[in-house]
């Protein structure tokens, strides 16, 4: 008698653990599913050629990082820093050339030579040659107007490299390219032939037909 109660008591205690087990289960599956709203969905935002393009413009370089293009990041602020550098160099030997002129200039119609020691060191020895020392001036000025240029220069490609990469972010490079001929009927040509069909994705209206060739033609 007292073997049959514990059996049954087993038995029972079994049954009761099975129910907790299953229970348990079914409250984590019911609270792991978590219901989402269609209005609480983010839509991506679509990547826009014309934010590249004025970022771009204000700033060198942002329109690449928008763009996610971040290694023509250092490309763009080594050409531009490059030609930052050339406009400095340029500007800086332009003013030197520039007030040692009006101090040789000065010497020369006999002025004196007031301010004569603040010539830049190398130029010093042309104070007796005034035209060799506006010659200097002079190229070291059109060098500068150049640098100028160039910097412009540096500046648009960036704001069109950006434009391009925009332009092209969304464009379709999926592998997934096939090639078919299908015969068909040329309405130009009032004939029959074939046509070159190439697709490109996955979507069947994304497609190009060549010329229709009149290789079967069937008469008019």
Known sequence: MKIKVTVLFFIL???AVN???QDTTAAKKDSAVVPVKKDSVVKKEPHSPRKATIRSAIIPGWGQIYNK???KVPLVYGAIGTTVGIFSYNIKWYNRTRYAYKIAYQIQQGLGD???????????????YPESLKSYRNQFRQSVDYSVLFFILAWGLNVVDATVDGHLKDFNVDDDLSFRINPGYSPMANTTGISL?????KQKSTSV???YRDIFAAGK
């Not at 007031?114 to 007796?128: C, I, Q, W």
């Not at 069909?197 to 994705?201: D, E, L, N, R, S």
């Open 114 to 128: 007031a301010g004569k020691d603040k010539v830049y060191t190398e130029l010093v020895p042309l104070l007796a």
């Open 209 to 211: 037909k060549g010329a």
């Open 69 to 71: 293009k971040y290694w």
């Open 13 to 15: 205690f079994i049954s």
């Open 19 to 21: 129910v907790f087990a």
């Open 197 to 201: 069909v190439f697709t490109i994705g």
